[in-house]
């Protein structure tokens, strides 16, 4: 059998009451589910539960241009004439290029000619 709700009043202040009005509005859920959903999220019989685990996928050690481009943070224009004037580690592959992540990585350490990460 399903407990009856118990009154909970609070006041809050503006910016807080606002995010949540907000939050209202985009979601569809009524204040009470929202407040309901955070109360069962954060507060567990062992109290308060702070942060969260974020999962996430394995990087791949062959990346393409964009992905090598992205993983140096700079522009894939850029990355790939660098590459074809032989200043990064990489190969083609017909036409498109390949990059290990261990080379580039490698090779923004500063390694030393005839050391896995230089541009031969």
Known sequence: ?????????????AEQARRLEEAVSVSGKSKRQIIEDAVREH?????LTV????????APEILTGPEAAALLRVEEKDFLAAAKRG??????????????RAALLAWMRGGREGEPGTAT
Not at 1 to 13: I, N
Not at 95 to 100: L, P
Request: no cysteine.
């Open 43 to 47: 507060l567990t019989d062992k109290g």
């Open 51 to 58: 942060g969260r685990i974020a999962l996430s996928e394995e």
């Open 87 to 100: 200043e990064l580690p990489g190969r083609t592959i017909g036409e498109e290029w390949r990059f290990s």
């Open 1 to 13: 059998m399903k407990e009856p709700p118990t009154p909970l009043y609070v006041r809050l202040a």
